[in-house]
């Protein structure tokens, strides 16, 4: 199975900050790598797939990068309704398809 | 608008069984893959299971194989999972998600699952 990591496990910053979240891969994914967003209670949220592509109606400040084992969730400008968790997700080949631990951002 | 409803979450007892629904709507369920989704309390999230759109595909997580089974009825536009000899470790909110190539671009909210003695 592939092993996702992501760092860090979670983050304190401030309204304006650049945040940067790390995801790695035990193998290459090539890049078949999501980021969903979930705020508490709530159920998650597709914000990039295919490693860079924003989802209809998820704000520009959000980007994806990165492409084999090595990804990247940029925040640009971090905004009071971005608090919540980050998780990215692999759908490589054949499944299991897994996530992430998480990375749980404070403002 | 796409929808997805969960519905059948409750508690049961070790061993036990329950069915779990989801009801799509705004979209040409048949069409679509679908998958389901967990997050035990306070943890992270694990995929369960998936179906092709004609079912003709199923696919499970090793921690649920031969005790869990996935089907839907695409004339009722539902989504189903058979969850059997239950354990403790199974206690989660169970979400059902839509399949875009991959990509899970809508969720249900959710139907927590508890067991316990």
């Known amino acids: 199975d592939v092993q996702m990591t992501q760092s860090p496990s979670s983050l304190s910053a401030s309204v304006g900050d650049r945040v940067t979240i790390t995801c790695r891969a035990s193998?290459?994914?090539?890049?078949?790598l999501n980021w969903y967003q979930q705020r508490p209670e709530k159920a998650p949220k597709l914000l990039i797939s295919?490693?860079?592509n924003l989802q209809s109606g998820v704000p520009s400040r959000f980007s994806g990068s990165g492409s084999g084992t090595e990804f990247t969730l940029t925040i640009s400008s971090l905004q009071p309704e971005d608090f919540g968790t980050y998780y990215c997700?692999?759908?490589?080949?054949?499944?299991?398809?897994?996530f992430g631990q998480g990375t749980k951002v404070e403002i | 608008e796409v929808r997805l409803v969960e519905s059948g979450g409750g508690s049961v007892q070790p061993g036990g069984s329950l069915r779990l629904s989801c009801a799509a709507s705004?979209?040409?369920?048949?069409?679509?893959?679908m998958n389901w989704v967990r997050q035990a309390p306070g943890k992270g999230l694990e995929w369960v299971s998936y179906?092709?759109?004609?079912?003709?595909?199923?696919y499970y997580a090793d921690s649920v194989k031969g005790r869990f089974t996935i089907s839907r009825d695409n004339a009722k536009t539902s989504l189903y999972l058979q969850m059997n000899s239950l354990r403790a470790e199974d206690t989660a909110v169970y979400y059902c998600?839509?399949?875009?190539?991959?990509?899970?671009?809508?969720w249900g909210q959710g139907a927590l699952v508890t067991v316990s003695p």
């Open positions: 998600t839509r399949d875009f190539y991959g990509d899970y671009d809508y």
């Open positions: 705004g979209f040409n369920f048949s069409t679509y893959s």
């Open positions: 179906i092709s759109g004609s079912s003709s595909t199923i």
């Open positions: 193998q290459s994914v090539s890049r078949y």
């Open positions: 295919a490693a860079s």
């Open positions: 997700q692999q759908t490589y080949n054949t499944p299991p398809w897994t």
